[in-house]
């Protein structure tokens, strides 16, 4: 009988579908509903793309009370919030950038229990007259959106975000969900220690399977990039550079070679950047180029590469960024440009900050980033292990999968590397070294009498690119050193004199001088 027919479907799902227009979860998303329904706290750990929106989202709808949510981006409040109200759902937000009529408006909404959902910044939310306020309210849910601004350790830390900690005293009965794209175990630990939680935690994988990593050791940065860019037919793509300077630079070159592209960083004005942000978007602009600042909460999905023209700051903050990249799931690529001498000088920009324990993060952080960047193993199986995922296949989507690193015979091109190093005296750097090991008449040369030396263009038939990844690889093997105190003069070490006198094997990478741009596969 009809009765018999009508099975309950049941609450969740008949909201995911009514109001959302979803017909099923995706992976996580329904067991950090529950938990948080059955008033668990919850650490939510998605990649971006994941869904981790619904998953308060859809809650606020069905407890009874107000669902605050924390995000530190006036901008993504802003789309959140107006595309709820799209949907028929009862949002709000609150924060610095807003009229004073406009928050009295949403003040009384909230007090009138009219409010599902209301999206505040962290300074907002801990304002005494604020919390006040939510004390007489019956608050269901705090959602805390990019929790990894809280710890130290990860990659964007805001301390606004670190006063957030007190929410559990103040509201000692209200589940708390901290959402986040990125963290890895010790950031994690921290969120939980910081936000006095002991969640349930939902981790789902962080791997990103449609995005192509590839580590390329800077060479000639210009022309590499030239050339990547050539090869992604006028897609859109983000280059990050460390510097507001190189961000200029870079921009204004890709101009000149043609592209759509457009500068973004702190230096700009609040409107220029608003309007880079906005072409980007709406596929006016083909390249930005920027540091750090731009990215956060930019939610365009058809980015199809990302290029780090610099090291990035910690192996997190490279994730996230590559993470831009191929949110609709189609193939992308994350190229980054290494230059080992990058490592030296982020190391010497560090020594120079306060001692103590934010040093020492720092400096841990660079190194792990430093063995990512030498490893030559699956990109891809590095990363995940980063974040404690165990990945037992090669991915065979990076460079290293696609490309193995091809070895030879070294001894001759390090012998030769090795006693110019010696000739000139132990006193100059690599420059000078590759000009007279390929037979430069350059002023330097000329006037130090080094075309006078035996190994003055030993070494012409090769290129620049290629000495410099031979002198780097036996700077890493230990063979000679890079002295940043003595203006980056390459010294011999005592293991060269074995090497010199052809006493051991050694067996060098062949220097990588073309970016494989191979072919993508098919996207459909
Ligand atoms: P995140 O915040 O984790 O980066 P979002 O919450 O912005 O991801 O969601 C990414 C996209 O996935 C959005 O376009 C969202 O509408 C969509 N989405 C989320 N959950 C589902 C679902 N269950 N079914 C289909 N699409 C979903
Ligand atoms: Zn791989």
Same mark, same amino acid.
Do not use: E, K, N, Q
């Given at each position: 009988d009809q009765a018999a027919l009508e099975t309950p479907v049941d609450q969740l799902s008949s909201t995911l579908q009514s109001v959302f227009g979803y017909r099923t979860f995706r992976e996580g998303q329904r067991e950090v509903i529950e938990q948080i329904c059955a008033g668990q706290d919850c650490l939510v750990i998605m990649p971006t793309g994941g869904g981790k929106s619904l998953c308060y989202q859809l809650p606020a709808l069905v407890l009874p009370g107000l669902t605050v949510v924390v995000s530190p981006l006036i901008s993504l409040m802003k789309d959140q919030v107006d595309s709820l109200i799209q949907t028929g759902v009862s949002a709000a937000y609150l924060n610095s950038s807003q009229p004073r009529e406009e928050s009295l408006q949403v003040l009384q909404k909230m007090r009138y229990g009219e409010l599902k959902l209301l999206y505040v910044s962290p300074e907002r939310l801990l304002q005494a007259s604020f919390i006040d306020r939510l004390h007489e309210l019956n608050v269901s849910l705090f959602a805390i959106d990019e929790a990894h601004c809280i710890s130290q350790w990860g990659h964007d830390f805001r301390p606004e975000y @670190? @006063?957030?900690?007190q929410l559990r005293q103040q509201f000692p009965y209200v589940p708390i969900m901290a959402l986040t794209a990125t963290a890895d175990k010790a950031t994690r630990a921290d969120i939980c220690e910081r936000l006095t939680i002991t969640p349930h935690s939902l981790l789902t994988s962080f791997d990103r399977p449609n995005i192509r990593y590839t580590v390329a050791e800077k060479l000639n940065a210009a022309n590499q990039l030239r050339q990547f860019i050539a090869a992604q037919n006028g897609t859109s793509g983000i280059v990050y550079c460390s510097s507001r300077r190189r961000v200029d630079e870079v921009a204004e070159r890709l101009r000149l070679q043609g592209h759509q592209a457009e500068a973004y960083h702190a230096g700009k004005t609040q409107e220029e950047r608003a309007d880079v942000q906005d072409r980007f978007l709406k596929d006016q602009l083909d390249i930005v180029v920027a540091t750090v600042a731009f990215g956060m909460g930019i939610n365009k999905s058809n980015v199809r590469y990302v290029v780090h023209y610099d090291i990035p700051k910690s192996v997190e903050a490279y994730y996230q960024e590559t993470g831009r990249a191929g949110r609709d799931g189609l193939d992308s690529e994350a190229l980054m440009l290494f230059d080992p001498a990058d490592i030296g000088r982020v190391r010497h920009l560090i020594e120079q900050s306060e001692p103590g324990p934010q040093q020492q993060v720092e400096f841990h952080k660079l190194n792990t980033m430093a063995a990512f960047a030498e490893a030559q193993t699956c990109r891809r199986q590095v990363l995940l292990h980063y974040f404690d995922e165990p990945a037992n296949q090669a991915c065979g989507n990076c460079d290293i999968c696609l490309d193995p690193p091809k070895k030879y015979n070294g001894i001759q091109d390090a012998q030769k590397v090795l006693s110019c190093i010696y000739r000139i005296g132990q006193r100059f750097g690599i420059n000078h070294l590759i000009e007279v090991l390929r037979g430069s008449k350059s002023a330097s040369v000329i006037e130090r009498g080094h075309d006078k030396l035996s190994t003055w263009g030993i070494g012409k038939e090769k290129s620049h690119e290629h000495w410099l990844s031979v002198i780097r690889q036996l700077i890493h093997l230990g063979l000679a050193n890079q002295d940043i105190t003595r203006g980056s003069s390459v010294t011999l070490n005592p293991s060269a004199r074995a090497v010199l006198k052809g006493e051991v094997e050694l067996l060098l990478a062949e220097p990588r001088i073309v970016i494989q741009t191979t072919k993508r596969r098919s996207t459909n």
């Open positions: @670190a @006063a957030l900690g």
